[in-house]
T-cell receptor
Framework: QQKVQQSPESLSVPEGGMASFNCTSSDRNFQYFWWYRQHSGEGPKALMSIFSDGDKKEGRFTAHLNKASLHVSLHIRDSQPSDSALYFCAASEHNNNNAPRFGAGTKLTVKP | NAGVIQTPRHKVTGKGQEATLWCEPISGHSAVFWYRQTIVQGLEFLTYFRNQAPIDDSGMPKERFSAQMPNQSHSTLKIQSTQPQDSAVYLC?????????????FGPGTRLLVL
């Protein structure tokens, strides 16, 4: 079983709408969380990290972390067609002997 | 900064042949990671080097797969006797810190097709 689970598998929103992604972990050792985005034909690129409980906002992107429930979410407001991509959640432990683990990803389609 | 470089970008092999994939991490980065991406499994962790030493290879298939980092400027992933189920995009990433909370920078990947 994957240690990082994402939902939904896919998501379609109209241009200008809000896109929301969810990520949960089954491993309480995970302390640090990231959201990555991957456009077709490219490698994933980091969008934002979140290490503390609460919200973190960067432009149109807001991440929320609840360590007690091991749940992290990502919200994109005013979605644009260029936001269409695969979105991955990644989590890692504090120690540096284990690499970050990724969820299966959510495919976002933003329709003009 | 050229980013993480992976070569080749595409590779086609026949069943039973060997495939070697190359990765050049970002200069100065001490950690190198290999992942495998398929539609079914998503991003699977394979192996991780720090300062060229193997740290975690818990994701590597026990047979046919091996990884090395002979110097700080490149790492290789070798697959012996390739099988159709090895077809995937193999991604290399590097990061600069020696602890768990650092962003990874990914290369564009090598798409391997085993016929």
């Amino acid at each position: 079983q994957q240690k990082v689970q994402q939902s939904p598998e896919s998501l379609s929103v109209p241009e200008g709408g809000m896109a929301s992604f969810n990520c949960t972990s089954s491993d309480r050792n995970f302390q640090y969380f990231w959201w990555y985005r991957q456009h077709s034909g490219e490698g994933p690129k980091a969008l934002m990290s979140i290490f503390s409980d609460g919200d973190k906002k960067e432009g149109r992107f807001t991440a929320h972390l609840n360590k007690a429930s091991l749940h992290v979410s990502l919200h994109i407001r005013d979605s644009q067609p260029s936001d269409s991509a695969l979105y991955f959640c990644a989590a890692s432990e504090h120690n540096n002997n284990n690499a970050p683990r990724f969820g299966a990803g959510t495919k976002l389609t933003v329709k003009p | 900064n050229a980013g993480v470089i992976q070569t080749p970008r595409h590779k086609v092999t026949g069943k039973g042949q060997e495939a070697t994939l190359w990765c050049e991490p970002i200069s100065g980065h001490s950690a190198v990671f290999w992942y495998r991406q398929t539609i079914v499994q998503g991003l699977e962790f394979l192996t991780y080097f720090r300062n060229q030493a193997p740290i975690d290879d818990s994701g590597m298939p026990k047979e046919r797969f091996s990884a090395q980092m002979p110097n700080q400027s490149h790492s290789t992933l070798k697959i012996q006797s390739t099988q159709p189920q090895d077809s995937a995009v193999y991604l290399c990433a590097s990061s600069s810190q020696d602890w768990g909370a650092d962003t990874q920078y990914f290369g564009p990947g090598t798409r391997l097709l085993v016929l």
